[in-house]
């Protein structure tokens, strides 16, 4: 494969695109991932306050549990409900507003809801499973996973009136 052919039309970035590729191939890899470095940049800059929020949450999840009944400065019945209904209502919220082409003119577009949808409940479902297999004393629960997607529905059917406070801010 000649790669500075002058009669192709294929950009430096497409090349180097079919290169990997042939070399994942010819070593066994089906899949490859490829992210430049200004690629990744922007996604930081576009959605960093839901990826440092993911990050909050996952931090707060791996808490060994015999750590977090140590801590326990009110006895709420079922307090860790509210708490995965708090942190996936403001990760919607977060996302559909990173999402949202419509977000300054205070509407909101099916696509954001579709992708806070996805991510959401996907990351949700996620640290339920890595909860039951890697995590310390933690175990994945089903009520876990309704307190979020009630977060999710809930900061889907409020986003309007949120973003109408905050300005346009989230």
């Known amino acids: 494969m000649k790669l500075e052919s002058p009669d192709s039309k294929i950009s430096a970035f497409h090349k180097m695109i079919i290169l990997n590729t042939l070399l994942a191939q010819r070593n066994g890899i089906s899949l490859i991932l490829y992210f430049s470095f200004s690629k990744m940049r922007t996604i930081w800059r576009n959605h960093w306050k839901s990826i440092v929020w993911a990050i909050i949450i996952l931090t707060l999840c791996s808490i060994p549990g015999n750590q977090i009944n140590k801590v326990?400065?009110?006895?709420?019945?079922?307090?860790?409900?509210?708490v995965h209904f708090?942190?996936?209502?403001?990760?919607?919220?977060?996302?559909?507003?990173?999402?949202?082409?419509?977000?300054?003119?205070?509407?909101?577009?099916?696509?954001?809801?579709?992708?806070?949808?996805?991510?959401?409940?996907?990351?949700?479902?996620?640290?339920?499973?890595?909860?039951?297999?890697?995590?310390?004393?933690?175990?994945?629960?089903?009520?876990?996973?309704?307190?979020?997607?009630?977060?999710?529905?809930?900061?889907?059917?409020?986003?309007?009136?949120?973003?109408?406070?905050?300005?346009?801010?989230?």
């Open 72 to 82: 326990k400065i009110i006895d709420i019945p079922h307090l860790d409900k509210f």
């Open 86 to 170: 708090f942190f996936y209502f403001v990760f919607t919220l977060l996302l559909i507003s990173e999402n949202n082409k419509g977000r300054h003119h205070r509407k909101v577009t099916v696509d954001a809801i579709l992708i806070a949808a996805t991510i959401s409940l996907s990351y949700g479902a996620l640290i339920e499973v890595l909860q039951k297999i890697i995590m310390v004393n933690r175990g994945a629960d089903i009520w876990d996973m309704v307190a979020n997607t009630f977060g999710f529905i809930a900061a889907a059917i409020s986003y309007r009136q949120v973003n109408r406070v905050t300005e346009g801010y989230i």
